[in-house]
Nanobody, 126 residues
Framework: VQLQASGGGLAQAGDSLRLSCTTS????????IGWFRQAPGKEREFVGG?????????IYADSVVGRFTISRDNARNTAYLQMNSLKPEDTAVYYC???????????????????WGQGTQVTVSS
């Protein structure tokens, strides 16, 4: 599964952005999708993820709960990261990742994911 993340850009604090994670490969629906981010000088961190299939299970890092929402559209082979109420500390390169998974499981650790997108830059100014 080859992934491509897009939708990043410049935003002001309080603005919203929506990132997309797409693939041209089949079996997208069989994969849990995770979103990660890496700020300059910091380690990559888990942002949130969505389970396979209909995506009935979503989990989020505490820092984004209530502001970010993950969804998926399997007909379009696309997952989304809706980011609202952006803060300067959300500035990072955002990556999506995929793991063929079971049921409701959503991995939190980056090493659990098999496939990665190339990343998209999000910059939030105050």
């Amino acid at each position: 599964v080859q992934l491509q993340a897009s939708g990043g850009g410049l935003a002001q604090a309080g603005d919203s952005l929506r990132l997309s994670c797409t693939t041209s490969r089949r079996a997208f629906s069989e994969h849990a999708i995770g979103w990660f981010r890496q700020a300059p000088g910091k380690e990559r961190e888990f942002v949130g993820g969505i389970s396979r299939g209909g995506g009935s299970n979503t989990i989020y890092a505490d820092s984004v709960v209530g502001r970010f929402t993950i969804s998926r559209d399997n007909a379009r082979n696309t997952a989304y990261l809706q980011m609202n109420s952006l803060k300067p500390e959300d500035t990072a390169v955002y990556y999506c990742a995929a793991k063929r998974s079971v049921f409701y499981y959503v991995p939190r650790e980056d090493f659990e994911y098999n496939y990665w997108g190339q990343g998209t830059q999000v910059t939030v100014s105050s």
